[in-house]
């Protein structure tokens, strides 16, 4: 029997293993992590992406430009429920210039993983910045 | 028996009922729709917020303070597992100050609820600023 335990570590670990390659330009270990019906948003984007094709699309031009030296993947927490995992995390970005590390991104991340006959695959992913620096501080109770 | 068909438009009511709420001030009814073990991004947020009592604390002091007068809740799609369902979809919420009508707030959302005996409950929620303006367009390519 697997246990929820061993669900949360082998998604984690999942998640780990794309972000490493992502880090160094690579969004393949990802792709390969996509199912064929994933929805996605990151703040580039103008509107949810849908489907792994568009997503191969969208990581194309990118592939080869990305760089993470060092990652924290924070207070990971997995949501299970029947054959879907539900992963979410913060993460901050570091890169090391001239001797000198600095964080370059932070994240919010959501990654609901459903389980396949091949593996865990992510059907849904989120990523958005946080606290981004707006002209507006919060335009719902401004 | 229940289809995805009814599934996706019960979800789809649901959030529907609460955005109206949401927009006249009263965070009300998505405290109700939150499971205990809720687990929440928004951009305003250091980190995630975990659970119920966090997220009623978290709304309290905007309370009667949140005004959208007009949302257009786009490409909604229902991911069903199980008795789970993830719900994703565009937001721009608008805003008429002397008779003129603005957009104020555009938005990547992500409910992921799950199935209970009391109805559909949100156990993850997950809100972003579309193209939010930054110093660096992304630091991860830059």
């Known amino acids: 029997m697997t246990t929820a335990i061993d669900v949360a570590a082998e998604v984690i670990a999942l998640e780990r293993a794309a972000l490493d390659r992502w880090g160094q330009g690579d969004p393949s270990?990802?792709?390969?992590?996509?199912?064929?019906?994933?929805?996605?948003?990151?703040?580039?984007?103008?509107?949810?992406?849908?489907?792994?094709?568009?997503?191969?699309?969208?990581?194309?031009?990118?592939?080869?430009?990305?760089?993470?030296?060092?990652?924290?993947?924070?207070?990971?927490?997995?949501?299970?429920?029947?054959?879907?995992?539900?992963?979410?995390?913060?993460?901050?970005?570091?890169?090391?210039?001239?001797?000198?590390?600095?964080?370059?991104?932070?994240?919010?991340?959501t990654e609901a993983y459903r389980r396949t006959p091949q593996g865990w695959r992510i059907f849904h992913s989120h990523w958005s910045f946080i606290r981004p620096e707006l002209k507006d501080a919060n335009p719902e109770t401004a």
Chains 1, 2 share one sequence.
């Open 29 to 109: 270990v990802y792709l390969a992590l996509f199912a064929d019906e994933i929805t996605y948003f990151d703040p580039a984007q103008e509107q949810r992406v849908d489907g792994a094709a568009a997503m191969a699309a969208l990581f194309a031009p990118i592939t080869g430009k990305i760089r993470v030296d060092r990652y924290d993947l924070l207070r990971p927490l997995v949501q299970q429920h029947g054959d879907t995992a539900l992963l979410s995390f913060n993460l901050v970005s570091y890169r090391t210039d001239g001797g000198r590390e600095r964080a370059i991104s932070s994240w919010n991340a």
